[in-house]
């Protein structure tokens, strides 16, 4: 899962001149708010790539399904919480600067592609998902969103309700688990996906057709590219993780088996149960510690197979009414005109939201 807490401070605990680097280049701050005299960027009209050779992310190889976006929203929101400034505020004073951030990411992507199915997954499981009874310490190391973040990804939530997008969200499971149900309950009904996120472990859901698509850097791949990126194919990653461990989400994996190992040991014996299974070749493999790495193997077989649970995304997460197609619907013209005004928008980003929503020109406020 997406590193969503690590590094959270309170604004008001920064230190005079500590600077936050900037999440991507799809962040830029702007040290003014959206003002009707800015110049206004015209909307790209809808394209399937970004360069040469780029995957078509809209119509897709021939047989290949009707594409179904995923958004990996809280990855973005965070994103905009470090990259935004802090001069972004609300009818009632308190910051929205993620709000600000996630508008634009919306936009863009929704300008640019005009999906017609996509799912917008939060984490809202911080504390309560299924893994925490499994492993108290999973996510251990993060600390607690502050206040002023949990109000914005209400906002955020509710921006992508308005627009008409399908929201997934459940306190019991993550983002990533909400976005593996989606794509395994839509497949059979003619879609592929297109998983919007950076996130290493979403690369376990691959597979034919999908993609993945990290937004921020314009990089997209299918499963047959993972290897590449990773050094094991899609289907191994969680026995990946499992064998090396995710400090991200502080999972440890096996004492003394890092990146490195674990990834000559799954092409060798191609899954951890097969590993397992066969634990005493491990020590006749040509590679420097492999009579370590099978003791290692043996003494925590157990501690590897609960962590293989906890790397595994979950692809039985209820989804409720959208399930399974997740059509866009129509925007919600009241609620985006509350949310235009309670967060203070600008007039241009009021006029791409309404263009976005289908909804002509945003009333005069």
């Given at each position: 899962?997406a590193?969503?807490?690590?590094?959270?401070?309170?604004?008001?605990?920064r230190?005079?001149?500590?600077?936050?680097?900037?999440?991507?280049?799809?962040?830029?701050?702007h040290?003014?708010?959206?003002?009707?005299?800015?110049?206004?960027r015209?909307?790209r009209?809808?394209?399937?790539?970004?360069?040469?050779?780029a995957?078509?992310?809209?119509?897709?190889?021939?047989?290949?399904?009707?594409?179904?976006?995923?958004?990996?929203?809280?990855l973005?929101?965070?994103?905009?919480?470090?990259?935004?400034?802090?001069?972004?505020?609300?009818?009632?004073?308190?910051?929205?600067?993620a709000?600000?951030?996630?508008?634009?990411?919306?936009?863009?992507?929704?300008?640019?592609?005009?999906?017609?199915?996509?799912?917008?997954?939060?984490?809202?499981?911080?504390?309560?998902?299924?893994?925490n009874?499994?492993?108290?310490?999973?996510?251990?190391?993060?600390p607690?969103?502050?206040?002023?973040?949990?109000?914005?990804?209400?906002?955020?939530?509710?921006?992508?309700?308005?627009?008409?997008?399908?929201?997934?969200?459940?306190?019991?499971?993550?983002?990533?688990?909400?976005?593996?149900?989606?794509?395994?309950?839509?497949?059979?009904?003619?879609?592929?996906?297109?998983?919007?996120?950076?996130?290493?472990?979403?690369?376990?859901?691959?597979?034919?057709?999908?993609?993945?698509?990290?937004?921020?850097?314009?990089?997209?791949?299918?499963?047959?590219?993972?290897?590449?990126r990773?050094?094991?194919?899609?289907?191994?990653?969680?026995?990946?993780?499992?064998?090396?461990?995710?400090?991200?989400?502080?999972?440890?994996?096996?004492?003394?088996?890092?990146?490195?190992?674990?990834?000559?040991?799954?092409?060798?014996?191609?899954?951890?149960?097969?590993?397992?299974?066969?634990?005493?070749?491990?020590?006749?493999l040509?590679?420097?510690?492999?009579a370590?790495?099978a003791?290692?193997?043996?003494?925590h077989?157990?501690?590897a197979?609960?962590?293989?649970q906890?790397?595994t995304i979950?692809?039985?997460?209820?989804?409720?009414?959208?399930a399974?197609?997740?059509?866009?619907?129509?925007?919600?013209?009241a609620a985006?005109?509350?949310l235009?005004?309670?967060?203070?928008?600008?007039?241009?980003?009021?006029?791409?939201l309404?263009?976005a929503?289908?909804?002509?020109?945003?009333?005069?406020?």
């Amino acid at each position: 899962m997406a590193h969503r807490l690590a590094g959270l401070r309170s604004r008001g605990s920064r230190a005079a001149g500590d600077v936050r680097p900037r999440a991507g280049r799809r962040f830029r701050p702007h040290r003014h708010s959206d003002r009707g005299g800015a110049r206004a960027r015209p909307a790209r009209p809808a394209r399937a790539a970004d360069r040469p050779g780029a995957v078509n992310a809209v119509a897709g190889p021939p047989g290949a399904g009707v594409p179904l976006y995923l958004v990996d929203a809280s990855l973005y929101v965070f994103r905009a919480w470090h990259s935004m400034p802090d001069e972004f505020r609300d009818v009632d004073g308190q910051p929205c600067n993620a709000v600000q951030g996630f508008a634009r990411f919306l936009l863009e992507l929704l300008e640019r592609e005009r999906p017609r199915h996509i799912a917008v997954a939060f984490d809202e499981a911080l504390d309560s998902c299924f893994r925490n009874a499994l492993y108290p310490d999973y996510k251990a190391n993060r600390p607690p969103a502050p206040e002023e973040l949990r109000r914005q990804f209400a906002h955020c939530k509710a921006l992508s309700a308005a627009l008409g997008l399908n929201v997934l969200a459940h306190d019991r499971y993550e983002a990533d688990d909400l976005i593996g149900s989606a794509l395994h309950l839509a497949r059979a009904h003619g879609h592929r996906g297109v998983i919007v996120s950076a996130d290493k472990d979403l690369s376990q859901l691959l597979d034919g057709h999908d993609e993945q698509w990290d937004f921020a850097r314009g990089q997209r791949w299918r499963a047959a590219d993972v290897r590449t990126r990773h050094g094991v194919h899609a289907h191994q990653i969680a026995d990946y993780l499992a064998l090396c461990g995710d400090a991200i989400d502080n999972i440890p994996g096996v004492p003394g088996i890092g990146a490195k190992t674990a990834s000559v040991l799954l092409s060798h014996f191609g899954s951890l149960d097969a590993l397992l299974a066969r634990v005493d070749e491990v020590a006749f493999l040509r590679f420097r510690g492999a009579a370590q790495a099978a003791a290692r193997l043996r003494q925590h077989r157990e501690r590897a197979l609960l962590y293989r649970q906890l790397t595994t995304i979950s692809l039985e997460a209820p989804l409720g009414a959208a399930a399974p197609r997740f059509a866009r619907a129509g925007a919600d013209a009241a609620a985006l005109a509350d949310l235009c005004t309670r967060l203070r928008f600008g007039p241009l980003t009021r006029r791409r939201l309404y263009a976005a929503a289908g909804l002509g020109e945003p009333p005069l406020s």
